[in-house]
């Protein structure tokens, strides 16, 4: 969808809007100054909403619909990724330690299975699982992967789409320098 605001008054342009998405981001604004005597037009650039095993950095999924039925699960869990962080550079300012955590691997899954199922969700991930994950990142993302596999299985997902987001979410990982 296209959002068109403001519309000007008083001339024969038409323009189709939408309701604006609730995930929005002057980022994703265009002005276009037509003519010195149309005020300016704002064009707002959707992102495509994610779609169910959609692997990518978890920041990619930032300002995209989840449909209010998906959610992004970061892998390894980013508290996990800050302790490797802090532990490999002690240098890294806090600010840069939270960007980084933002560039981790992530799939998108049904937020169900993300609340109630995902080893590392809200209070489940104890400082002692972070700490453990924390040093071997890759063996973490897998074990979170194989906890949610069968949750995965009951919501349509085959087998096959499983493994074939694995070495993506790895290959992502590796490329951050989080791992080889």
Excluded: C, W
């Amino acid at each position: 969808p296209v959002v068109v605001d403001p519309l000007p008054e008083d001339s024969s342009i038409e323009a189709t809007t939408s309701p604006a998405p609730e995930e929005k981001n002057f980022a994703d604004y265009i002005l276009i100054l037509p003519l010195s005597d149309i005020p300016p037009i704002y064009v707002y650039l959707s992102k495509p909403p994610v779609e169910f095993l959609d692997v990518e950095r978890y920041s990619d999924f930032l300002r995209r619909s989840r449909q209010g039925k998906y959610e992004a699960d970061h892998m390894p869990s980013k508290a996990a990724v800050k302790a490797y962080l802090k532990a490999h550079y002690p240098d890294m300012t806090p600010e840069d330690i939270e960007l980084a955590s933002q560039d981790v691997a992530a799939i998108v899954i049904p937020k169900k299975v993300h609340q109630q199922i995902s080893e590392t969700y809200g209070g489940r991930n104890t400082s002692v699982q972070i700490e453990l994950d924390s040093k071997n990142l890759r063996a973490a993302l897998d074990r979170n992967l194989d906890v949610i596999k069968p949750a995965l299985k009951e919501q349509g997902a085959t087998e096959n789409q499983i493994q074939s987001a694995r070495p993506k979410m790895h290959k992502l990982n590796s490329e951050m320098e989080l791992y080889k």
